[in-house]
Nanobody, 130 residues
């Protein structure tokens, strides 16, 4: 079974950058679509970005498009989220997730839905102040 551990969160000023990492252990994630989600206080968990197993295709939420970049290094079994031009509205706990085949089937592969991902990390806090 894959375990995911996020890191790289912190408290920054608006306009700053952060790079989140999601390190996998237990088995390789090279065959999984990976995603980043976030959950702000009092809100539902929402889709941020996803990357295909090969890294050839990526998709982003409109709210982060042009500011965030999702990357993966399969040799290091790690996925990254480069976040630039951070805004107060980006404050949330950020979660990394792996899309397992069973979860993908139940959600018809809709990568923007949380049920489409079967393995989750514990999250890392990002706080942006103005």
């Amino acid at each position: 079974q894959v375990q995911l551990v996020e890191s790289g969160g912190g408290s920054v000023q608006a306009g700053a950058s952060l790079r989140l990492s999601c390190a996998a252990s237990g088995r390789t994630i090279s065959s999984y679509r990976m995603g980043w989600f976030r959950q702000a206080p009092g809100k539902e968990r929402e889709f941020v970005a996803t990357i295909s197993w090969s890294g050839s295709s990526t998709y982003y939420a409109d709210s982060v498009k042009g500011r965030f970049t999702i990357l993966r290094d399969n040799a290091k079994n790690t996925v990254y989220l480069q976040m630039n031009s951070l805004e107060r509205e980006d404050t949330a706990i950020y979660y990394c997730a792996a899309q397992t085949s069973s979860a993908a089937q139940t959600s018809s592969g809709r990568y923007w839905l949380t049920p489409s991902y079967g393995i989750w990390g514990q999250g890392t806090q990002v706080t942006v102040s103005s």
